[in-house]
């Protein structure tokens, strides 16, 4: 063979070498979750990202093996995000079924979900993943003027730092009483507060059959309990 074909034949082997070695990205540690949860740049550890069944959309699988597509639809429109949120969450397997919209003048300034098994943060409620979210959206501590729904009722962590958030009103779908029935320990922790009679004027409970339906797939899930 002549000396040029060689030297094409080597730059070829090379080049087929270092295409795939190019393309082949580095070490990836997180995984950008695309869904409602990039609006707000949430990143989930890399082995969640692994075991999600379902990375776009929000895809619920039973435990019987079956999935669907779930939309719920709430009278308030509001209420129907909240669920939104919550349906990208379980889906995604990031924590409970409880998603949080925060309005202010009738739109949208602020949205959540349960990240406690994402974040491995037990402070990662609904509610107070939404509240930051619209703090950094207004670049203010303050959401005096606001509304905040959510899927389910607020517990005393979440309630006092609605409180904390100056909000003006608060509707919630499932009450205290059904998130227990689905397994979390609101109960014991609003008795230790003292329960929530002062405050009934602030929370106002709505829609909630479309909640309860959004807490049923979720009991008939896969899901970790915490
Ligand atoms: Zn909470």
């Avoid at 063979?1 to 990836?28: D, G, Y």
């Avoid at 949430?42 to 039973?62: C, H, I, Q």
């Avoid at 779908?173 to 008795?191: L, Q, S, Y």
Wanted: proline share 3%.
């Amino acid at each position: 063979m002549k000396k040029l074909t060689w030297i094409v034949l080597i730059l070829a082997l090379l080049f087929a070498l270092a295409v795939p070695a190019l393309a082949e990205p580095a070490e990836v540690k997180t995984l950008r979750i695309i869904g409602t949860s990039d609006l707000h740049g949430k990143f989930v550890p890399w082995d969640y990202a692994l075991n999600s069944e379902s990375m776009y959309g929000s895809t619920v699988r039973f435990a019987d093996g079956t999935e669907e597509d779930l939309h719920i639809e709430a009278e308030n429109p509001f209420m129907t995000e909240a669920i939104e949120e919550a349906l990208d969450g379980i889906s995604h397997g990031h924590g409970g079924p409880f998603g949080c919209v925060i309005v202010r003048d009738g739109e949208i300034i602020g949205r959540g979900h349960n990240m406690v098994l994402a974040d491995r943060d037990s402070t990662a409620h609904g509610e107070i993943t939404a509240i930051r979210d619209a703090e950094k959206e207004l670049d203010s501590y303050d959401l005096s003027g606001c509304e905040l729904y959510t899927t389910g009722e607020p517990c005393p962590m979440c309630l006092f730092a609605i409180l904390w958030a100056n909000i003006d009103q608060v509707y919630y779908g499932c009450t205290i009483e059904d998130n227990a029935d689905i397994g979390f320990r609101d109960e014991i922790f609003d008795e230790l507060a003292g329960g929530r009679t002062e405050l009934e004027d602030f929370l106002t409970c709505i829609d909630r059959d479309a909640c309860l339906e959004l807490f049923e797939t979720y009991r008939n899930m896969e899901h970790s309990v915490y």
